[in-house]
């Protein structure tokens, strides 16, 4: 019984077999996944032993892959646990986040203010809106302010402001971040 384990590499060949409705070379899946072509050629041959694949000549030059129906299945097993795991860091995050913010709202803080742009900006003020914490506002406070925080979603430190600043990269990678007040993430 061959190795029906696939890599990442095995996975994005059965892609490109899957989304590509007439034949395809070697060397275009070698090109669109950035793979050698002896790479490709190797995975190719594994697919074609394990089943996951066939392949049909069209003539002396050309051979066409075909997914079988368990290449499908084998694309569409790890499709799906692909979407379980995002949806479950995703779930994670929220929770993440949703407890720093009633952190934050435990030690006093009453406004929130999301700088940058982005997809994490997006999240995170859908996660504020969700969890309650009422209107985020864009930007930077006013100097001065009290019980206010700002949620960094941008790739840049925020400089020249006398609040606390998360810096929420920082708290999704490694679990903590930079605070200088409180909930000191």
Not at 26 to 34: K, L
Not at 61 to 80: D, H, M, N, V, W
Not at 127 to 135: H, K, L, R, T
Not at 145 to 151: D, F, N
């Amino acid at each position: 019984m061959p190795d029906n384990k696939l890599s990442s590499s095995d996975l994005s060949v059965l892609e490109h077999l899957s989304d590509t409705p007439q034949t395809i070379s070697q060397r275009e899946i070698a090109r669109r996944s950035g793979l050698s072509v002896g790479m490709i050629n190797a995975i190719l041959k594994k697919l074609v032993h394990i089943g996951y694949v066939k392949t049909s000549n069209l003539n002396r030059r050309s051979i066409q892959y075909l997914l079988t129906p368990q290449g499908f299945a084998e694309k569409a097993r790890k499709s799906y646990r692909y979407i379980l795991k995002t949806v479950e860091q995703y779930r994670v995050i929220k929770l993440h986040f949703i407890d720093l913010l009633d952190n934050l709202a435990a030690d006093g803080v009453t406004d929130f203010y999301l700088h940058g742009e982005g997809e994490l900006a997006d999240l995170i003020a859908m996660f504020c809106s969700d969890g309650g914490y009422g209107v985020v506002r864009k930007g930077l406070p006013v100097r001065g302010a009290t019980g206010t925080v700002v949620l960094n979603a941008a790739e840049a430190p925020v400089k020249e402001t006398t609040v606390p600043v998360i810096n929420l990269a920082e708290v999704f990678a490694n679990g903590k971040g930079s605070s200088g007040g409180p909930g000191g993430c």
